[in-house]
Protein backbone atom coordinates (compact mmCIF):
# COMPACT_ATOMS: atom_id res chain seq x y z
CA UNK A 1 0.00 0.00 0.00
CA UNK A 2 0.80 3.55 -0.51
CA UNK A 3 2.08 5.13 2.29
CA UNK A 4 1.75 9.41 2.73
CA UNK A 5 3.00 10.37 6.29
CA UNK A 6 2.78 13.86 7.39
CA UNK A 7 5.16 14.92 10.11
CA UNK A 8 2.24 16.72 12.09
CA UNK A 9 -1.77 16.42 12.54
CA UNK A 10 -2.24 19.50 14.54
CA UNK A 11 -0.32 22.63 14.86
CA UNK A 12 -0.49 25.62 16.40
CA UNK A 13 1.53 28.59 15.42
CA UNK A 14 1.69 32.46 16.23
CA UNK A 15 1.61 35.45 13.83
CA UNK A 16 5.21 35.85 12.21
CA UNK A 17 6.67 32.98 13.07
CA UNK A 18 8.23 30.69 10.24
CA UNK A 19 6.03 27.10 10.05
CA UNK A 20 8.30 24.02 7.98
CA UNK A 21 4.90 21.13 7.40
CA UNK A 22 6.91 17.57 6.45
CA UNK A 23 5.66 15.20 3.66
CA UNK A 24 7.08 11.53 3.05
CA UNK A 25 5.63 8.99 0.52
CA UNK A 26 7.12 5.79 0.59
CA UNK A 27 6.20 5.01 -3.22
CA UNK A 28 9.43 6.19 -5.38
CA UNK A 29 6.33 8.76 -6.85
CA UNK A 30 8.23 11.08 -8.91
CA UNK A 31 5.21 13.79 -8.03
CA UNK A 32 4.26 15.27 -5.15
CA UNK A 33 1.93 18.31 -4.13
CA UNK A 34 0.46 20.37 -1.55
CA UNK A 35 -2.86 21.36 -0.81
CA UNK A 36 -4.83 23.29 1.28
CA UNK A 37 -8.12 22.63 1.99
CA UNK A 38 -11.10 25.08 3.39
CA UNK A 39 -14.84 24.54 4.18
CA UNK A 40 -16.23 25.21 0.55
CA UNK A 41 -13.52 25.75 -1.32
CA UNK A 42 -12.47 22.72 -1.86
CA UNK A 43 -8.99 21.43 -2.38
CA UNK A 44 -6.72 24.37 -4.35
CA UNK A 45 -2.93 23.49 -4.61
CA UNK A 46 -0.44 25.58 -3.50
CA UNK A 47 2.93 23.60 -5.11
CA UNK A 48 4.07 20.83 -6.60
CA UNK A 49 7.40 19.00 -7.81
CA UNK A 50 7.87 17.12 -10.50
CA UNK A 51 11.15 15.81 -9.56
CA UNK A 52 14.05 16.33 -7.31
CA UNK A 53 14.71 20.02 -6.41
CA UNK A 54 12.42 21.11 -8.76
CA UNK A 55 9.03 23.08 -8.01
CA UNK A 56 5.95 25.19 -10.13
CA UNK A 57 3.71 27.10 -8.49
CA UNK A 58 -0.25 25.75 -7.95
CA UNK A 59 -3.19 28.36 -7.66
CA UNK A 60 -2.07 30.11 -4.89
CA UNK A 61 1.52 30.23 -3.82
CA UNK A 62 2.06 33.32 -1.79
CA UNK A 63 2.98 33.43 1.26
CA UNK A 64 4.51 29.92 1.10
CA UNK A 65 7.56 28.42 -0.79
CA UNK A 66 8.49 24.83 -1.10
CA UNK A 67 11.51 21.95 -0.86
CA UNK A 68 12.57 18.98 -2.46
CA UNK A 69 15.55 18.00 -1.39
CA UNK A 70 14.85 14.10 -1.56
CA UNK A 71 12.52 12.29 -4.32
CA UNK A 72 10.36 10.60 -0.82
CA UNK A 73 10.48 14.25 0.94
CA UNK A 74 8.76 17.76 0.16
CA UNK A 75 8.83 20.18 2.66
CA UNK A 76 5.82 23.23 2.46
CA UNK A 77 7.11 26.39 4.23
CA UNK A 78 5.51 29.03 6.10
CA UNK A 79 7.91 32.09 6.04
CA UNK A 80 5.88 34.04 8.09
CA UNK A 81 2.71 32.41 9.51
CA UNK A 82 -0.66 34.61 8.92
CA UNK A 83 -3.94 33.61 10.44
CA UNK A 84 -5.21 33.63 6.81
CA UNK A 85 -3.42 30.67 6.52
CA UNK A 86 -5.44 28.40 9.31
CA UNK A 87 -6.41 25.59 7.48
CA UNK A 88 -6.17 22.17 6.79
CA UNK A 89 -2.84 21.10 4.83
CA UNK A 90 -2.89 17.62 2.62
CA UNK A 91 -0.15 16.48 1.18
CA UNK A 92 -0.17 13.86 -2.01
CA UNK A 93 1.91 11.46 -4.44
CA UNK A 94 1.54 10.34 -7.95
CA UNK A 95 3.19 8.94 -10.67
CA UNK A 96 3.52 10.39 -14.11
CA UNK A 97 2.06 7.83 -16.16
CA UNK A 98 -0.76 9.23 -18.46
CA UNK A 99 -3.83 8.19 -17.33
CA UNK A 100 -2.82 7.10 -13.40
CA UNK A 101 -3.13 10.54 -11.96
CA UNK A 102 -4.60 8.88 -9.30
CA UNK A 103 -2.93 11.10 -6.33
CA UNK A 104 -2.64 9.45 -3.25
CA UNK A 105 -2.96 11.73 0.15
CA UNK A 106 -1.60 12.08 3.60
CA UNK A 107 -3.45 12.33 6.72
CA UNK A 108 -3.55 16.20 6.61
CA UNK A 109 -2.13 18.74 8.93
CA UNK A 110 -4.50 21.41 10.96
CA UNK A 111 -2.64 24.47 11.67
CA UNK A 112 -4.36 27.02 13.22
CA UNK A 113 -2.26 30.57 13.00
CA UNK A 114 -2.92 32.77 16.41
CA UNK B 1 -16.51 30.73 -13.33
CA UNK B 2 -15.00 27.46 -11.88
CA UNK B 3 -13.67 24.91 -14.10
CA UNK B 4 -15.68 22.05 -11.89
CA UNK B 5 -18.87 22.60 -10.43
CA UNK B 6 -19.99 20.80 -6.92
CA UNK B 7 -23.02 21.20 -4.99
CA UNK B 8 -21.45 21.33 -0.96
CA UNK B 9 -24.83 19.86 0.37
CA UNK B 10 -25.11 18.72 2.75
CA UNK B 11 -27.40 16.19 1.27
CA UNK B 12 -28.69 14.03 4.22
CA UNK B 13 -30.49 10.30 3.28
CA UNK B 14 -32.08 7.82 5.43
CA UNK B 15 -30.30 4.77 5.29
CA UNK B 16 -30.59 2.23 2.49
CA UNK B 17 -31.55 5.02 -0.03
CA UNK B 18 -29.80 5.75 -3.44
CA UNK B 19 -27.44 8.11 -3.32
CA UNK B 20 -26.84 10.41 -6.20
CA UNK B 21 -23.58 12.96 -6.37
CA UNK B 22 -23.01 14.73 -9.16
CA UNK B 23 -20.52 17.13 -10.97
CA UNK B 24 -20.21 19.18 -14.11
CA UNK B 25 -17.28 20.72 -15.98
CA UNK B 26 -16.24 23.29 -19.33
CA UNK B 27 -13.79 21.45 -20.23
CA UNK B 28 -14.39 19.01 -22.65
CA UNK B 29 -10.58 18.65 -22.86
CA UNK B 30 -11.10 16.64 -19.52
CA UNK B 31 -10.52 12.90 -19.80
CA UNK B 32 -9.93 11.19 -16.63
CA UNK B 33 -12.83 11.57 -14.08
CA UNK B 34 -12.28 10.17 -10.14
CA UNK B 35 -14.00 10.19 -7.42
CA UNK B 36 -12.74 10.73 -3.97
CA UNK B 37 -14.32 10.23 -0.44
CA UNK B 38 -12.79 12.25 2.38
CA UNK B 39 -13.62 10.84 5.99
CA UNK B 40 -13.91 13.78 8.79
CA UNK B 41 -10.22 14.60 9.77
CA UNK B 42 -8.56 12.37 6.96
CA UNK B 43 -6.96 12.47 3.59
CA UNK B 44 -9.04 12.09 0.52
CA UNK B 45 -8.69 8.21 -0.73
CA UNK B 46 -10.00 7.08 -4.09
CA UNK B 47 -12.74 5.32 -4.54
CA UNK B 48 -13.64 5.50 -8.26
CA UNK B 49 -11.74 6.14 -11.28
CA UNK B 50 -12.98 6.07 -15.25
CA UNK B 51 -12.29 7.11 -18.75
CA UNK B 52 -13.44 9.26 -20.96
CA UNK B 53 -17.48 8.61 -21.42
CA UNK B 54 -20.08 5.46 -19.55
CA UNK B 55 -20.29 3.49 -16.74
CA UNK B 56 -18.29 1.80 -14.10
CA UNK B 57 -19.32 -0.27 -11.61
CA UNK B 58 -17.48 -1.58 -8.09
CA UNK B 59 -19.77 -2.81 -5.17
CA UNK B 60 -22.42 -0.17 -4.44
CA UNK B 61 -20.78 2.04 -6.38
CA UNK B 62 -21.25 3.36 -9.91
CA UNK B 63 -19.58 5.88 -11.72
CA UNK B 64 -21.10 7.56 -14.73
CA UNK B 65 -19.41 10.42 -17.16
CA UNK B 66 -21.54 11.90 -20.07
CA UNK B 67 -19.22 13.97 -21.99
CA UNK B 68 -21.50 15.27 -24.25
CA UNK B 69 -23.12 17.11 -21.20
CA UNK B 70 -19.98 17.98 -19.32
CA UNK B 71 -21.61 15.86 -16.28
CA UNK B 72 -20.47 13.15 -14.51
CA UNK B 73 -22.20 11.04 -10.93
CA UNK B 74 -21.57 8.67 -8.54
CA UNK B 75 -24.06 6.83 -7.17
CA UNK B 76 -24.32 4.51 -3.95
CA UNK B 77 -27.02 1.75 -3.88
CA UNK B 78 -28.01 0.41 -0.15
CA UNK B 79 -26.13 3.45 1.84
CA UNK B 80 -24.93 2.89 4.65
CA UNK B 81 -23.53 5.26 7.86
CA UNK B 82 -20.43 4.38 7.08
CA UNK B 83 -20.92 6.12 3.53
CA UNK B 84 -21.09 9.45 5.55
CA UNK B 85 -18.19 11.13 4.62
CA UNK B 86 -17.51 13.95 1.96
CA UNK B 87 -17.15 13.04 -1.43
CA UNK B 88 -14.89 14.89 -4.34
CA UNK B 89 -14.46 15.05 -8.09
CA UNK B 90 -11.75 15.56 -9.77
CA UNK B 91 -10.40 15.16 -13.24
CA UNK B 92 -7.49 15.35 -15.66
CA UNK B 93 -6.90 16.35 -19.37
CA UNK B 94 -4.36 13.19 -19.27
CA UNK B 95 -1.50 15.70 -20.66
CA UNK B 96 -0.21 16.31 -17.11
CA UNK B 97 -0.56 15.05 -13.93
CA UNK B 98 -2.79 18.00 -12.12
CA UNK B 99 -6.19 17.61 -11.15
CA UNK B 100 -8.97 19.71 -11.11
CA UNK B 101 -11.20 19.65 -8.14
CA UNK B 102 -14.85 20.05 -7.31
CA UNK B 103 -15.55 21.44 -3.80
CA UNK B 104 -16.72 18.69 -2.30
CA UNK B 105 -19.98 16.97 -1.09
CA UNK B 106 -21.11 16.55 2.31
CA UNK B 107 -22.95 13.63 2.66
CA UNK B 108 -24.87 12.17 5.79
CA UNK B 109 -26.64 8.86 6.06
CA UNK B 110 -29.16 8.41 8.94
CA UNK B 111 -29.53 5.16 10.49
Known amino acids: DVKVTQSSRYLVKRTGEKVFLECVQD?????MFWYRQDPGLGLRLIYF???????EKGDIPEGYSVSREKKERFSLILESASTNQTSMYLC?????????????FGPGTRLLVL | QKEVEQDPGPLSVPEGAIVSLNCTYS??????FMWYRQYSRKGPELLMY??SSGNKEDGRFTAQVDKSSKYISLFIRDSQPSDSATYLC???????????WGAGTKLIIKP
Open chain 1, 92 to 104: ASTTPTPGKETQY
Open chain 1, 27 to 31: MDHEN
Open chain 1, 49 to 55: SYDVKMK
Open chain 2, 27 to 32: NSAFQY
Open chain 2, 50 to 51: TY
Open chain 2, 90 to 100: AMSKGSNYQLI
